[in-house]
């Protein structure tokens, strides 16, 4: 089952996110990762998150999703960022209609 990483991240440097963008595509791409959502607009409808970058990544399941984050390529390229980002960020399991039980109708 599909599996995306989200990040919410704060930015407090943003001069050093161009050498971390050059070095994270790769690593996703290495662990059949793909870009959904990369910064880019963003409108708040509810909560207070108008500061924040966002990036979704989708996965092909879990397990790769949690190989990528733990790579020491992926790792390599946070320590590119330092103090530059602060971030939440999470694994969520995507939802397979076809897989969802049936209602009995």
Do not use: C, N, W
Not at 34 to 43: I, P, S
Not at 66 to 93: N, V
């Amino acid at each position: 089952m599909v599996a995306y990483l989200v990040a919410l991240g704060r930015v407090h440097k943003p001069e050093v996110l161009p050498e971390h963008e050059r070095h994270t595509p790769a690593v996703v791409a290495a662990f059949g990762g793909r870009y959904l959502v990369r910064g880019g607009t963003m409108e708040t409808l509810a909560g207070d998150i108008e500061d924040r970058r966002a990036v979704v990544v989708e996965f092909p399941d879990m397990d790769r999703a949690r190989a990528f984050y733990e790579s020491p390529g992926y790792q390599d390229a946070r320590k590119h960022l330092g103090d530059a980002i602060t971030a939440d960020m999470f694994l969520l399991e995507g939802f397979e209609p076809d897989r969802a039980p049936h209602s009995g109708s």
